[in-house]
């Protein structure tokens, strides 16, 4: 870390563990509950757009109670130490921002805001008032939350900044992500390749575990704070 210029930092559901947010898989997972064609892809959203809507208010009054954690706060303390540094964020929950992070990819969108399907309009949440489920933009159009659903491109801007940084890093912290889900799984391969230490933390193994430079086994909330003390 002392000798890097450059640090990119890519995070996944397991950062917000800690502060009580439910990851996707694993054995308290959403997706034990929940069924991700369901509710997490187009098709289901032009199916029932209700039972999308309420999954979706569901989780963000989960959210909305909860506060970053001691691993949010140490990547905000991060982000001075660079020349250069990137936090790349597949979670939709706004913790970072909370937390103080300022330079941040969000490759999943927010669930904080949501896009109209006709004029592609995007909002605040706080502009919505659930008269009628799924809301309405003043066009008429429907709202859908501004996340990134299977099947869906994600936002190309962001995704580019994104693989920009993972090739020219020199150092990549991946956090409480399963590498399961694609093009984001593929940022810390990208860094390797392009000669940058990558480091995982994660309480368990991920299929990219074996190929990394170091994989620490811990809490993101123990592991972080450590590194960036001894920084
Ligand atoms: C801790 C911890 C603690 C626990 N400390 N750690 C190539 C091959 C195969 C399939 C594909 C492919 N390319 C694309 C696909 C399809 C698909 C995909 O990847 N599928 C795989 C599942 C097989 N990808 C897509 O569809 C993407 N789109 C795309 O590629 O588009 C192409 C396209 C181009 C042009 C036009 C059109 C299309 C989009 C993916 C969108 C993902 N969306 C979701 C939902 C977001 C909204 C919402 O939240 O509702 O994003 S799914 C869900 O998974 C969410 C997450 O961001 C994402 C990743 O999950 P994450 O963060 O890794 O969490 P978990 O739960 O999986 O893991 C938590 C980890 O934390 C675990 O490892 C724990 O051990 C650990 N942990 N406690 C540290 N305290
Ligand atoms: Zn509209």
Redesign the pocket.
């Known amino acids: 870390m002392r000798s890097s210029r450059f640090l990119t930092v890519l995070t996944?559901?397991?950062?917000s563990?800690?502060s009580g947010v439910p990851?996707?898989?694993?054995k308290d997972?959403l997706w034990r509950k929940f069924n991700?064609q369901e509710?997490?892809t187009m098709d289901a959203f032009m199916r029932n757009p209700r039972l999308v809507w309420e999954w979706?208010e569901y989780?963000r009054k989960l959210i909305q109670d909860v506060q970053p954690n001691p691993?949010h706060y140490a990547i905000k303390d991060l982000e001075d130490g660079f020349e250069e540094f990137l936090l790349v964020t597949?979670?939709?929950d706004g913790l970072h921002q909370r937390a103080g992070s300022r330079k941040i990819a969000e490759?999943?969108?927010n669930?904080w805001r949501n896009r109209c399907l006709r004029c592609g309009r995007i909002s605040d949440h706080k502009e919505v008032y659930l008269r009628e489920i799924p809301p309405k933009c003043a066009c008429g159009g429907t709202l859908r939350?501004d996340?990134?659903?299977?099947?869906?491109?994600?936002p190309q801007e962001i995704l580019s900044q994104a693989l920009q940084a993972a090739q020219s890093c020199n150092l990549l912290l991946s956090?409480?992500?399963?590498?399961?889900?694609?093009?984001?799984?593929s940022l810390p391969l990208l860094a390797l390749r392009n000669g940058a230490f990558v480091v995982e933390?994660?309480?368990?193994p991920?299929p990219i575990s074996e190929r990394v430079n170091e994989s620490i086994r811990?809490?993101?909330?123990d592991v972080l704070p450590r590194l960036v003390k001894r920084q």
Not at 23 to 26: A, C, E, L
């Open positions: 996944g559901a397991g950062i563990a800690e990851t996707f898989r694993g997972g991700p509710l997490a979706y989780r691993a597949q979670n939709i490759l999943h969108g669930i939350p996340v990134v659903w299977f099947g869906e491109a994600l956090v409480g992500a399963s590498a399961l889900v694609q093009p984001a799984a933390i994660n309480p368990e991920t811990g809490k993101a909330g």
